[in-house]
């Protein structure tokens, strides 16, 4: 079983910062590809930031330049720090991590998510 808690979200006025922590727990071998995807009213969840194993980051254009991924393999953590914040960036925000465990599944976790507003 793989757990993946967030936390940070809340609300924030525009260009304000927030950060978002991720921490992976459970029968976890190894984890890939670790990151963040938003998820808006209505649409499907797309990706704001990924993060390889070896921590070479792949962002959304939307995010790039303002936001930042940060990883730590050792305490199985994904960080997203995000800065000079839109209120089109209002959204609910969801950790993921593609996992092996322990037992030699393959997936895809997903957090609980957390939300992000941006208003003044």
């Known amino acids: 079983q793989v757990q993946l808690v967030e936390s940070g979200g809340g609300l924030v006025q525009p260009g304000g910062s927030l950060r978002l922590s991720c921490t992976a727990s459970?029968?976890?071998?190894?984890?890939?590809?670790m990151g963040w995807y938003v998820q808006f009213p209505g649409k499907e969840r797309e990706l704001v930031a990924l993060?390889?194993?070896?921590?070479?980051?792949r962002y959304s254009d939307s995010v790039k330049g303002r936001f930042t991924i940060s990883r730590d393999n050792s305490k199985k953590t994904v960080d997203l720090q995000m800065n000079s914040l839109k209120p089109e960036d209002t959204a609910v925000y969801y950790c993921?991590?593609?996992?092996?465990?322990?037992?030699?599944?393959?997936?895809?976790?997903w957090g609980q998510g957390t939300q992000v507003a941006v208003s003044s």
């Open positions: 993060t390889s194993a070896d921590s070479t980051p």
């Open positions: 459970g029968s976890i071998l190894t984890i890939h590809d």
């Open positions: 993921a991590a593609d996992v092996i465990t322990t037992a030699w599944e393959v997936f895809r976790s």
